[in-house]
Nanobody, 125 residues
Framework: QVQLVESGGGLVQAGGSLRLSCAAS????????MAWFRQAPGKEREFVAV????????SYADSVKGRFTLSSDNAKNAVYLQMNSLKPQDTAVYYC??????????????????WGQGTQVTVSS
């Protein structure tokens, strides 16, 4: 019954912006956290950003720091990823993930219990 649904992906030119959304249903993750990962063809799934809801802590991969911003709306059980100054190397399928854990290793895919289906982000030169 738990489901994460991403939206907002698309095609954008370098330097442009996109805003991804992830809506969770079936349970609340207000005691734990949610994250964004991305995966380019032939590459490992890569950590992008995480939010720990208990204290609002956020952390970002070095490659996106200063360009991407993760936010949440607890009333809607949703998280968002605002992506600015996009680069071609940001091209990937972006996945929303959620954990039931109170403590977890933020960048580890194994720390997350639920995953969305992914949304494609393509950045052209």
């Amino acid at each position: 019954q738990v489901q994460l649904v991403e939206s907002g992906g698309g095609l954008v030119q370098a330097g442009g912006s996109l805003r991804l959304s992830c809506a969770a249903s079936g349970r609340t993750f207000s005691d734990s956290g949610m994250a964004w990962f991305r995966q380019a063809p032939g590459k490992e799934r890569e950590f992008v950003a995480v939010i720990r809801f208990g204290d609002g802590y956020t952390s970002y991969a070095d490659s996106v720091k200063g360009r991407f911003t993760l936010s949440s709306d607890n009333a809607k059980n949703a998280v968002y990823l605002q992506m600015n100054s996009l680069k071609p190397q940001d091209t990937a399928v972006y996945y929303c993930a959620a954990t039931k854990a109170l403590i977890w290793v933020f960048p580890a895919t194994s720390s997350y219990d639920y995953w969305g289906q992914g949304t494609q982000v393509t950045v052209s030169s």
